[in-house]
Nanobody, 126 residues
Framework: VQLAESGGGSVQAGGSLRLSCAAS????????IGWFRQAPGKKREGVAS????????VYADSVKGRFTIFRDKAKNTVILEMSGLKPEDTAVYYC????????????????????WGQGTQVTVSS
């Protein structure tokens, strides 16, 4: 099982970035792929997640209206489009996978996510 993030970088406040998570080694449709982030000195928190089967999504309140998560099933890839970035979005962003059998189970509950990528840094300057 492998999750590989890409697309991090540095941007000024108000700017945009796109993060990608390429998944391999498991049945993509059976899993939710989520994005989590951890800022220095803070606990890791959920950002957004998508159930690969039907595209159901869930977002943290802090990113609703600014971030969009979607999947490319042909490439087993999940994208996180981030716009209106703020300095408080600065963090290491991780993608993670959770087995989900029903969209009602989709959530940003970190302990349920069993596979994790290495993370990619996002830095937003004011």
């Amino acid at each position: 099982v492998q999750l590989a993030e890409s697309g991090g970088g540095s941007v000024q406040a108000g700017g945009s970035l796109r993060l990608s998570c390429a998944a391999s080694g498991f049945m993509f449709d059976d899993y939710a792929i989520g994005w989590f982030r951890q800022a220095p000195g803070k606990k890791r928190e959920g950002v957004a997640s998508i159930w690969s089967n039907d595209g159901s999504t869930v977002y943290a309140d802090s990113v609703k209206g600014r971030f969009t998560i979607f999947r490319d099933k042909a490439k087993n890839t999940v994208i996180l489009e981030m716009s209106g970035l703020k300095p408080e979005d600065t963090a290491v962003y991780y993608c993670a996978a959770e087995y989900v059998f029903d969209s009602s189970r989709l959530a940003l509950w970190e302990p349920d996510y069993v596979y994790w990528g290495q993370g990619t840094q996002v830095t937003v300057s004011s």
